[in-house]
């Protein structure tokens, strides 16, 4: 896909198919994450990549919005400093991230979605991370079960005009 059909086509899938993900897309997806932008090139971010069906189902319980990490191929957990760093700012980086391994996943025909951890330590106890990173964000990987990914002709989003305020409000 070029940059523009991937941002069109990119969509929350909580349905995949039962079909692994080649360990090189997936180094590909990381590496989206990796040289994602992060401000003063600060980097506050670490990846656990999660292929192992058990882990996946256990994932898929720590919040009851993250039921989709169940039937993944792969899950990304994004962990991140304390929401007291020095910086106060980790959560942008680690959305930048997020959002590049998105992209990248549907460059490649990947389905994903992103889910928030609420239960810090429950996700520690699972991932292992240690305790001075507070801050975890599930991103799911598979292809759809559904539908394969294809540019949204509509897309349920305020128009442009609404949400646009050129020079002022």
């Not at 506050?44 to 919040?63: H, M, N, Q, S």
Request: include cysteine; proline fraction near 7%.
């Amino acid at each position: 896909m070029q940059t523009w059909e991937a941002i069109e086509s990119r969509r929350n899938v909580r349905s995949f198919a039962d079909r692994p993900i080649p360990a090189a897309d997936l180094d590909r997806i990381l590496e989206a994450g990796r040289r994602s932008p992060s401000s003063q090139n600060w980097q506050p971010w670490d990846f656990i990549l999660v292929t192992e069906r058990g882990k996946l189902l256990e994932l898929a319980k720590i919040w009851s919005g993250s039921g989709h990490v169940a039937g993944s191929a792969a899950t990304i957990a994004v962990i991140g400093p304390a929401a007291d760093n020095e910086f106060h700012r980790a959560q942008f980086d680690l959305g930048q991230a997020t959002m590049a391994m998105t992209l990248a996943a549907a460059d490649l025909g990947i389905g994903s979605c992103h889910a928030g951890v609420p239960d810090i330590q429950l996700a520690r106890d699972l991932l292992g991370f240690p305790a001075d990173r507070d801050w975890v964000l599930l991103v799911s990987l598979g292809y759809p079960a559904d539908r394969p990914l294809a540019p949204v002709k509509n897309p349920k989003r305020r128009p442009l005009s609404e949400i646009v305020h050129r020079g002022r409000w």
